[in-house]
């Protein structure tokens, strides 16, 4: 229970630097693209998962207090 909102921070934060990093890449013409890219990624997917977590508990605990 205490690690989803770590969790989803830390990827929340990950997906902050990440494009940081993408919009420095693009100006600079320097390396670490594709590294932004999969940190962008990766953030997203947590967070989506993280979002779905959350929503499915929501729905499970009205669920078992209907019955």
């Keep these: 229970v205490i690690l989803l909102p770590l969790t989803a921070t ?17 100006n600079t013409g320097k ?5 932004a890219i999969a940190g962008i ?8 998962l993280i979002v779905l977590f ?6 499970s ?3 078992t207090e209907i019955y």
Excluded: P, Q, R
Aim: proline fraction near 0%; charge should be positive.
């Design 10 to 26: 830390i990827s929340f934060l990950g997906l902050i630097f990440s494009i940081i990093g993408l919009v420095n890449c693009n």
């Design 31 to 35: 390396g670490g693209k594709g590294l």
């Design 41 to 48: 990624v990766l953030s997203a997917i947590i967070l989506i």
């Design 54 to 59: 959350y929503a499915l508990g929501i729905i």
């Design 61 to 63: 605990s009205f669920v």
